[in-house]
């Protein structure tokens, strides 16, 4: 009887050290006052789905995979506030010098909450990009539903092309690509 009542303190001393552990993860990376539910930054919390081994042998969650969207994710994080989930996309750049966010990380941020809708909560508001200097709130608004939904068609249409062209003007963006090597129309 004795080791059931110390097994049971010994339960409850991890327990809190966890949810300790947590908040200080949480405190750390910006993210909003909630319940850590998902993880893809090495603090693993299998509560969305046991957890998978990657080829490093490294612990991590599963991703999230939506069937009617054909879309699969790894948000960096997802807290759930009591009032819904909100993904976190964690950046180790500087926010642009604009203010803005990149529109590729809004596209990014967009496509968790549109994983968190279809297969969490359908109710999602927001996102949140935390960037090393900012943290910005991204609105999970009707019309940016569509652009993401438009720019994921857009993709697939891509795949299915016998040629795609490049759709900017920014060397930066070439000199970082790794198609660079084999396309026609790189401008570095």
Known sequence: M?????????CLALAAWIDRVAHR???QTGLPE????????G???GKLGPATVDEYGKKVERPLVSERFGLIGRPDYLVDTGDGIIPVEVKSARLPA????YDSHILQLAAYCLLVEDLLDP??????IRYRDAEVRVDYTPQLRIVLLDVIEDMRAARLAAEVHRSHDESGRCAGCRMREVCDEALV
Do not use: R
């Open 98 to 101: 604009s203010g803005q966010p």
């Open 123 to 128: 109710e999602i508001d927001c996102g949140i």
């Open 2 to 10: 004795i080791w059931l009542l110390v097994a049971l303190v010994i």
């Open 34 to 41: 909630g319940k850590l539910i998902y993880s893809d930054t």
């Open 25 to 27: 993860v949480a405190s």
């Open 43 to 45: 603090f693993v919390t």
